[in-house]
Structures are given as C-alpha cells and as structure tokens.
C-alpha cells in the first residue's frame, strides 16, 4: 500500500504540562499557528474534529478537513485522523504529536503524520511539499508559545 511518512522533533524549554496546554488548547491556535489556522472540537477520543489547514504555513488560503481523535493520553499523546470513511485501504491519515519529558522543566514534541492509501499514487506529490515544510513551521511556533509565559 503507497504511504508517505514524516516524522519531527523540537526540543521545548517548556515543562510536558505547559506544552499539553497549548497542544489541546484548541481555541488558541489561530493566535500562534501557522499550518493549523483553525481546529473545533474536543481533545477526547472518539470526538470529531473540524481542522482549517492553510495551503503554505503562514497562509491565509486554507483548505478544511475532518478528523477524529483516535488516542489521548494527557501530557503525552493526542492522536488524530481521517480519510476516506469504511476505506482506510483507499485513504488514511495518522497524525500523532508525543510529549517525552527530558526533565522538569524540558520536554521533547514528536511531531509524526502518516499518509497512506491507493490514493497515494495521485496524491503523494501534492502532500509532499506542503506538508514537509509545514512540519518545521508548526514545530518552531509550537515551541515559541510553550515558551512563551501563558496569557
């Protein structure tokens, strides 16, 4: 089955509890994030998810998708996804954001999404360079607000 996988990390001057605040702090995205301009539900398994995705980071040309929340595990994982419905064999989407702790005050994003599906054969180049440069955009803002005394 065709799949395309990325895979990040940034290390965050932030304890894991800051950094999940701002990870589920859905209503605060649009403040400080510039690949997810928007997202609408509720951090819990099984919910829906409405997601605004800008079409380049920092862009306001958006494209919106549907996803549910597949895992949470407070200050440590929220896992989401979507596709096509009753045919993930078609296409899926994984996305997965893990918190490791490295100390107290320090804390480690892993930053993985998983494109997989028949598909793939005509997408995969349009995910590609959108969504690689996206990664990084997402990771230095994310690390910048959990930086970032809240509000």
């Not at 997408?123 to 955009?137: E, F, K, Q």
């Amino acid at each position: 089955m065709p799949q395309r996988e990325f895979s990040t990390t940034v290390d965050i001057d932030a304890p894991c509890s800051r950094a999940w605040q701002v990870l589920v702090g859905f209503d605060g995205y649009r403040a400080w994030c510039p690949t997810h301009r928007e997202i609408s539900g509720h951090p819990r398994a099984g919910e829906a998810l409405r997601i605004r995705l800008a079409r380049e980071p920092g862009s306001d040309a958006t494209v919106a998708v549907r996803a549910t929340v597949r895992g949470v595990e407070p200050e440590h994982e929220l896992a989401y996804g979507g596709g096509v419905p009753h045919a993930p064999w078609l296409f899926d989407v994984h996305h997965v954001f893990r918190l490791e702790r490295l100390d107290d005050d320090r804390c480690r994003l892993h930053n993985y999404e998983r494109f997989r599906g028949a598909l793939m054969l005509i997408l995969g180049p349009w995910i590609a360079s959108p969504a690689g440069s996206g990664y990084a955009a997402f990771n230095d803002a994310f690390r910048r607000r959990c930086e970032s005394p809240p509000e």
